[in-house]
């Protein structure tokens, strides 16, 4: 049985432009250099290829292209599934947590949770399951997440709040870290908004005002000015603010990693699924406003194609060395038998 991979945005922009088409209108070079022209495809091919429900050369190659994608990568998840470790989940816990009391902090500037993931050995992504506030106020408070290296807003929620009552917002939204630490701030405008008093965490004594593990260390914080790391003080609180975290493996962004080294196994089976419409929508021979299309030689070229990707992947599927972390079970190369659909 096979798996299919968690295919998401991400996966998908890496690959994004990763082969083009010579003299596309207004395409942009590819990012791996490599032409779908290199392996005997032309924008002439394509324009005769191209099937009714696309209006453009350009629509049509981008989007069996990105079927390509999908093709691809589902290939290389699946056939390392049995070294992806069984729990991607490493860490889960909540942040904020309310405690029953009736002491109000004043609130001023933004305030809330930063938490600072040290993902630099492995692939991981971190998601935010809820959001929960609990502050004297009735109405709308926005919940804003940052990234305090570059300054950047990634999400803004709107809840709306009772006074004295916990307000929540499944977020359900992932953060992916590429192997990179992730700095991030979850917190409001707590001017005129005051907030119930809560700790980090529960427990907590002798002044301290953190919390951390192997793979996450969180401080309640106000931020003042831009929203980069430096312009945060701690508190010891975080102005009633509470979060659900997960961290786990992020397997395609790994793969993601690797997509330059990928660019030539895509454009053959780009160039096969293009054939294989042409092949599909053509009995005999036809003429085109390019040139004569003959099923007879669509099926050979098909076949080249499925050949080459099928040599060209096996090869760097024989030959990938794994990650040694946790992650995944052994970093040694791969060796036994290839068998591709």
Not at 50 to 55: G, L, R, V
Not at 154 to 173: E, H, P, V
Not at 204 to 214: A, Q
Request: charged content about 15%; some cysteine.
């Amino acid at each position: 049985m096979t798996i299919a991979p968690p295919f998401n945005h991400i996966s998908m922009e890496c690959f994004k432009d990763l082969i083009q088409v010579r003299d596309l209108c207004n395409a942009p070079a590819p990012k791996s250099s490599i032409y779908i022209d290199d392996v005997g495809v032309s924008l002439a091919d394509i324009e005769s290829f191209i099937t009714a429900q696309y209006s453009t050369a350009a629509e049509y190659f981008e989007a069996r292209s990105e079927h390509a994608v999908r093709e691809m990568t589902n290939t290389i998840y699946n056939y390392f599934q049995g070294n992806y470790n069984a729990s991607s989940l490493v860490d889960s816990h909540r942040l904020g947590v309310y405690n029953g009391t009736q002491t109000l902090k004043t609130g001023a500037n933004y305030r809330g949770i930063q938490m600072v993931f040290n993902q630099s050995d492995t692939f991981f992504n971190v998601s935010i399951g809820e959001i929960s506030l609990l502050v004297d106020y009735n109405g709308t408070v926005t919940v804003e997440v940052w990234d305090l290296l570059q300054n950047k807003q990634l999400d803004a929620i709107n809840i709306i709040t009772t006074a004295g009552q916990i307000s929540t917002f499944y977020l359900q939204k992932q953060y992916a870290s590429a192997k990179q630490p992730l700095n991030l701030f979850i917190g409001y405008d707590s001017t005129l908004i005051d907030s119930y008093t809560t700790p980090i965490k529960s427990g907590l004594c002798c002044g301290k005002v953190s919390c951390s593990n192997s793979y996450v260390s969180a401080y309640g914080v106000e931020v003042i000015g831009t929203f980069y790391d430096s312009n945060t003080t701690a508190l010891n609180h975080t102005s009633g603010l509470s979060v659900v975290y997960d961290v786990a493996c992020d397997h395609m962004s790994w793969l993601c990693s690797h997509a330059a080294n990928l660019a030539l196994p895509l454009a053959y089976k780009t160039a096969e699924i293009l054939v294989a419409d042409a092949a599909y929508n053509t009995s005999g021979e036809r003429a085109t406003n390019h040139h004569t299309i003959n099923i007879d030689q669509l099926k050979e070229r098909h076949s080249f194609y499925v050949s080459k990707y099928k040599e060209i992947m096996s090869n760097w599927l024989g030959n990938m060395q794994l990650p040694n972390n946790r992650c995944f079970q052994c970093n040694t190369p791969i060796r036994h038998k290839i068998t591709l659909p």
